[in-house]
Nanobody
Framework: QVQLVESGGGLVQPGGSLRLSCVFSGGFFSLYTMAWYRQAPGKQRELVATITSGKTTSYADSVKGRFTISRDNAKATVYLQMDSLKPEDTAVYYC?????WGQGTQVTVSS
């Protein structure tokens, strides 16, 4: 059974950076497309970024140029590097593979 465990969230000032990590277990990580989603208070969960098994990436328009998704197949880990953070990036960030979700990690951007 696939399991996902996120880490790396926290409180950061506007303009700052954070790197989220998601450790995958229970399957063939290198074969799967992985994704990061986020959910802000009172809003629907939204797709932030995806990375395919061939490392092709895609991003929501709101984070393009500021966030970078990457993966390390040897470590079965997917990352989300977040730079130039804005208050509107405040949300719980979730790692996703198909119907499996991590527990989420809180990112708060505030001065």
């Amino acid at each position: 059974q696939v399991q996902l465990v996120e880490s790396g969230g926290g409180l950061v000032q506007p303009g700052g950076s954070l790197r989220l990590s998601c450790v995958f277990s229970g399957g063939f990580f290198s074969l799967y497309t992985m994704a990061w989603y986020r959910q802000a208070p009172g809003k629907q969960r939204e797709l932030v970024a995806t990375i395919t098994s061939g490392k092709t990436t895609s991003y929501a328009d709101s984070v393009k140029g500021r966030f970078t998704i990457s993966r390390d197949n040897a470590k079965a880990t997917v990352y989300l590097q977040m730079d130039s953070l804005k208050p509107e990036d405040t949300a719980v960030y979730y790692c996703n593979r198909a119907q499996t979700w991590g527990q989420g990690t809180q990112v708060t951007v505030s001065s």
